[in-house]
């Protein structure tokens, strides 16, 4: 099994840049997708998930009206678009599988515990 997530890097506040989480390993369909983010020195948050039972969506206050999740089966890949940066996303991006059957709000309440597999991260740098 394997989650690789990329796309990160140094951007100016305002700006964008759009994560990718491609997997291997694993029955593609049958797993709902959440990215979570961890800033120095504070707790890994969930920032948004892509339910594999419906396709229903998740985004964390902080993220949402900015952030956007999507999922191309046919690549097995899911994608975070973030726009409108602030230096408070600055953090190291981790996507991650979930086997939960439910709505990605539900998979979320879970939090990390909820997930069976996690790729290594991509940081994302906001700064001027």
């Known amino acids: 099994v394997q989650l690789q997530a990329s796309g990160g890097g140094l951007v100016q506040p305002g700006g964008s840049l759009r994560l990718s989480c491609a997997a291997s390993?694993?029955?593609?369909?049958?797993?709902?997708i959440g990215w979570f983010r961890q800033a120095p020195g504070k707790e890994r948050e969930g920032v948004s998930c892509i339910s594999s039972s419906d396709g229903s969506t998740y985004y964390a206050d902080s993220v949402k009206g900015r952030f956007t999740i999507s999922r191309d089966n046919a690549k097995i890949t899911v994608y975070l678009q973030m726009d409108s940066l602030k230096p408070e996303d600055t953090a190291v991006y981790y996507c991650a599988a979930s086997s939960l059957t439910a709505q990605a709000t539900a998979v979320m309440t879970l939090g990390s515990i909820g997930m069976d597999y996690w790729g290594r991260g991509t940081l994302v740098t906001v700064s001027s």
């Open positions: 390993g694993f029955t593609w369909d049958d797993y709902s």
